[in-house]
Each structure stands twice: as structure tokens, then as C-alpha cells.
């Protein structure tokens, strides 16, 4: 089965940084790209970075030039570097990989639980 847990969630002060974590287990193939989103009460999960296993990158726009995503095929694992941090960063953030469980199988996402990340004074 596979799983997918996060670390490296908590409070920061404005201008702060934060490094989450993303490790994948389980039984699996291959996984294609890796990324994060985050939510905040009342609102859709919204894109914010990925990774390709080739290590191509994508950003939305409020995390440009702010937060970096890297990968460790060999591990499994992704991480995102949050530079400095804003009172609208604070969010639940959720890491996702999508992944192809055997050879020739459709790959599909699995989720993270979920780490808070909390930006006030």
C-alpha cells in the first residue's frame, strides 16, 4: 500500500523560512511527477509547485522566486523550500506524487495528510 507522509510543517514569523518533506513507501513502479498544494479553511486546494522525474519545474505565481521543490528519485522523497514566508502562506499543505503502481498500469495521485504551516508575528 502505498503512503505518503509529510514533515517539516510549524509556526514562522514573517520573512521566515520552512522546509517540508515528502516521503513515498510502498509497492511501486514508477513515479512520475511530485508536487505540493495547500488549503486554507473554507477554500479549494490550490496548486503550488511540482516536479517532474526528469526535474523539470513548475510554480504558481504567489510562490515564484519564494519556494523551491526538489525530488530524490533514489529515495522516493520531495521536498519544498519556503523563503520568506507570509501571512498568506498560512495553510495546510499537501504533497502529492503520481505514481504508476506496476509496469504498464495507469499511475494516478496519492496524497499527503496534510502539515500545517502557520505565518504570524
Known amino acids: 500500500q502505498v503512503q505518503l507522509v509529510e514533515s517539516g510543517g510549524g509556526s514562522v514569523q514573517p520573512g521566515g523560512s520552512l522546509r517540508l518533506s515528502c516521503a513515498a513507501s510502498?509497492?511501486?513502479?514508477?513515479?512520475?511527477?511530485m508536487g505540493w498544494y495547500r488549503q486554507t479553511p473554507g477554500k479549494t486546494r490550490d496548486f503550488i509547485a511540482s516536479?517532474?522525474?526528469?526535474?523539470?519545474?513548475d510554480y504558481d505565481d504567489s510562490v515564484k522566486g519564494r519556494f523551491t521543490i526538489s525530488r530524490d528519485n533514489a529515495m522516493n522523497t520531495q521536498s519544498l523550500q519556503m523563503n520568506n514566508l507570509g501571512p498568506e502562506d498560512t495553510a495546510a499543505y499537501y504533497c502529492?506524487?503520481?505514481?504508476?503502481?506496476?509496469?504498464?498500469?495507469?499511475?494516478?495521485?496519492?496524497w499527503g495528510q496534510g502539515t500545517q504551516v502557520t505565518v504570524s508575528k
Open positions: 510502498g509497492s511501486m513502479f514508477r513515479i512520475e511527477d
Open positions: 516536479i517532474t522525474r526528469y526535474g523539470y519545474t
Open positions: 502529492f506524487a503520481n505514481i504508476q503502481l506496476t509496469a504498464g498500469a495507469d499511475s494516478r495521485n496519492y
